[in-house]
T-cell receptor, first 110, second 114 residues
């Protein structure tokens, strides 16, 4: 079974500073990787999906994938207080096989 | 925009009671999922469905049943609720199946079993 670890558990950044979140996984044969955001008391919304090594940008959100290092990261450019939420890394290894990390709680201070 | 609606939003149940959590999706997606989210565990898959009439066990199915009477509706049933089932439950629908599938989540149901 895929193991997904996220770090840090919590992160505080100032508005406008870059926020970087990390996710490591145990099986490099996974097919795709997604970052979700969860505001308090809400469901999950997908931010960015990445399928191959390199970089994928969706607005202010950029994912970097390195399968050889078993690592995928999320960088948030110019974070705003409304970006304060829990960010979840999700890995899909095939049909109905989604594995989620425990999340990183991000706080953006004005 | 995809729409997944869960009901109720909050539920308090007694130990040994029966609890039914409902999920409705208007996306016409074949796949639907039930997860629970707990501190220290993240999201864990309980049951899923490929379409009306089908239910499959996920990673932690014990103590739960599922029902998919139609394309739109997927229910999670706790026949004999226990305090260990206190959690936040999320329903999701999937748009394509396979490795490119995206999940669309409801807002969650907070269940407390006393």
């Amino acid at each position: 079974q895929q193991k997904v670890q996220q770090s840090p558990e919590s992160l505080t950044v100032s508005e406008g500073a870059m926020a970087s979140l990390n996710c490591t996984f145990s099986d490099g044969t996974s097919d795709n990787f997604r970052w979700y955001r969860q505001h308090s008391g809400k469901g999950l919304e997908v931010l960015v999906s990445i399928f191959s090594d390199g970089e994928k940008e969706e607005g202010r959100f950029t994912a970097h994938l390195n399968r050889a290092s078993l690592h995928v990261s999320l960088h948030i450019r110019e974070p705003q207080p409304s970006d304060s939420a829990v960010y979840l890394c999700a890995i899909n290894t095939g049909y109905q096989n989604f594995y989620f990390g425990k999340g990183t709680s991000l706080t953006v201070i004005p | 925009e995809a729409a997944v609606t869960q009901s109720p939003r909050n539920k308090v149940a007694v130990t040994g009671g029966k609890v039914t959590l409902s999920c409705n999706q208007t996306n016409n997606h074949n796949n639907m999922y039930w997860y629970r989210q707990d501190t220290g565990h993240g999201l864990r898959l309980i049951h899923y469905s490929y379409g009306a009439g089908s239910t499959e066990k996920g990673d932690i199915p014990d103590g739960y049943k599922a029902s998919r009477p139609s394309q739109e509706n997927f229910s999670l049933i706790l026949e004999l609720a226990t305090p260990s089932q206190t959690s936040v439950y999320f329903c999701a629908s999937g748009d394509t199946g396979g490795c490119n599938e995206r999940l669309f989540f409801g807002h969650g149901t907070k269940l407390s079993v006393l």
